[in-house]
């Protein structure tokens, strides 16, 4: 047997960690299945009693998939035709053990999801002889095959709104980081607080099944660190403005305007600092993300929001 490509840790576990973390309470999960006898990994597995429901930010894949299997697979690097074989391989096992755990339900219907950051021509051709359908820009849907039904995400062509976030934040770069600005920026849960607490689970995993991170993994988890940090910073000033143009008000005249502002700012950065502790995220963390000392953090702790 071909050993298997080596994929980036990074998107392997931040495809993994989002979808379970969005359909665990709503259908089964099962993410890193195998699937004997072939001896493969499905990634992230959905098994629904019932349609999958309208989740905030999954509204295209969750009604695109119904009540069907579902196999979730994210790419990084090149993909190879037999990377593609592979994957068609695993839903067609999935569906397979299902039907024999469920004696007298008819087969099921599968769906599998591949997620690209760019198209691999060739690699689909060989493996589906057609250019597919165009669903929309970004999207594209082979169905003809038994009870199968594949579609295939190019993130870097995928419209950006609400019911693609959950794809978008599996591309890369750009599209990656407006989708992480809007979820801030817009408090979508649970993506924010996912999000806020993924790099750490990163780090424990990798602690945990130490290997070989690549230059692109660091790169990508001190991205996604950067923006959201980034993006808290600047709601805590946006809010401080506010509450400080509102102040100055009260007090009126240049002079006080300026020092409303100054004091809104100060103000606006101590809720986003509780908002990040009531998150569950430590002092140390928080001072580091919000550019405060830490001994305004501590001071913090404890006291009711305002």
Same mark, same amino acid.
């Not at 950067?226 to 808290?232: A, G, I, K, M, P």
């Given at each position: 047997m071909t050993e298997k490509p080596r994929l980036k840790q990074f998107e392997d576990r931040l495809s993994?960690?989002?979808?379970?973390?969005?359909?665990?309470?709503h259908t089964l999960v099962e993410v890193g299945t195998d699937l004997l006898p072939d001896n493969f990994r499905a990634d992230v597995l959905l098994i629904p009693n019932q349609p999958l429901p309208a989740i905030r930010g999954v509204g295209l894949l969750a009604r695109l998939t119904g009540d069907a299997r579902c196999l979730i697979e994210a790419f990084s690097g090149s993909v190879t035709e037999e990377r593609l074989e592979a994957n068609l391989s695993k839903l067609r096992l999935a569906m397979q053990r299902w039907y024999r755990d469920k004696l007298g339900q008819p087969y099921p219907k599968g769906v599998l999801w591949l997620i690209f950051n760019y198209w691999p021509e060739?690699?689909?051709?060989?493996?589906?002889g057609e250019k597919g359908e165009v669903v929309e820009t970004g999207l594209r849907r082979w169905q003809g095959f038994r009870r199968?039904?594949?579609?295939?995400?190019?993130?870097?062509?995928?419209?950006?709104?609400?019911?693609?976030?959950?794809?978008?934040?599996?591309?890369?770069?750009?599209?990656?980081?407006?989708?992480?600005?809007?979820?801030?920026?817009?408090?979508?849960e649970p993506y924010a607080?996912?999000?806020?607490?993924?790099?750490?689970?990163?780090?424990?995993?990798?602690?945990?099944?130490?290997?070989?991170l690549?230059?692109?993994?660091?790169?990508?988890?001190?991205?996604?660190?950067?923006?959201?940090?980034?993006?808290?910073?600047e709601l805590g000033r946006k #809010? *401080? @403005? !506010? +509450? &400080? =143009? $509102? #102040? *100055? @008000? !009260? +007090? &009126? =005249? $240049? #002079? *006080?305007? !300026?020092? &409303? =502002?100054e004091k809104g700012l100060e103000k606006g950065l101590e809720m986003a600092a509780q908002r990040l502790?009531?998150?569950?995220?430590?002092?140390q963390e928080v001072a580091e993300m919000l550019s405060l000392p830490l001994s305004r953090i501590q001071a913090l702790m404890g006291r009711s929001p305002a």
């Open positions: 993994k960690y989002l979808v379970a973390g969005i359909f665990g309470e060739t690699a689909m051709d060989a493996v589906f199968e039904t594949v579609y295939a995400i190019n993130t870097a062509e995928l419209a950006l709104r609400e019911e693609t976030l959950l794809l978008c934040l599996l591309g890369k770069g750009r599209q990656r980081r407006d989708t992480v600005i809007k979820i801030f920026a817009d408090h979508i607080t996912l999000l806020n607490t993924f790099d750490r689970s990163f780090f424990m995993s990798q602690t945990q099944h130490p290997s070989q690549t230059p692109e993994d660091l790169e990508d988890i001190r991205d996604l660190r950067d923006t959201r940090e980034e993006v808290l910073r #809010e *401080g @403005r !506010e +509450i &400080g =143009l $509102e #102040e *100055g @008000r !009260e +007090i &009126g =005249l $240049e #002079e *006080g305007l !300026e020092k &409303g =502002l502790l009531e998150r569950g995220f430590d002092a």
